[in-house]
């Protein structure tokens, strides 16, 4: 089987969103912060509170965006490399990043402060490679 036309292929892409919070009025009336009802809204899939929302991308959508993202990533850490006093004697040897794929197959960056249990994330592991190998 031949994998020609793997950029028209499918992928289904599944996001969570916060599901919709009851705004506080200006009444002053109180309103729930949560609404866990489950049968409130049959239609709509919820996760921890959260409403799932799921769409396709095309293949060929993520490796383009993958594609950019790892080739501007490099050149960030690369110029950052240059900016070691090779005198130092110190040299980036690994770089871990957790990245997060939208609805639309966009690569994101998850910056610190970002709790990646349990949200999808995915971890890119970039190593050094040894030249004596």
Known sequence: MQDQNWG????WIVTA???????????GQKS????FNPYNNP?????????VQA???????LAVQMSQFVRIIG??????????????GLQLDEIKLAV???????????????????KG??????KRIDPSK
């Open 121 to 126: 994330a995915i971890e890119l592991k970039f």
């Open 75 to 88: 050149r960030v850490f690369a110029t950052a490399q240059q900016q070691i006093d090779p005198l130092a």
């Open 17 to 27: 969103s916060s599901a919709n919070v009851p705004q506080a009025s200006t009444t």
């Open 32 to 35: 729930p912060t949560r609404d």
């Open 8 to 11: 028209d292929e499918e992928l």
């Open 55 to 61: 769409s396709r991308v095309k293949a060929e959508t």
């Open 43 to 51: 239609s709509k899939a919820t996760v921890s509170g959260e409403e």
């Open 100 to 118: 997060e794929i939208s609805g639309k197959g966009e690569i994101k960056l998850l910056g610190t402060g970002i709790e990646t249990s349990g």
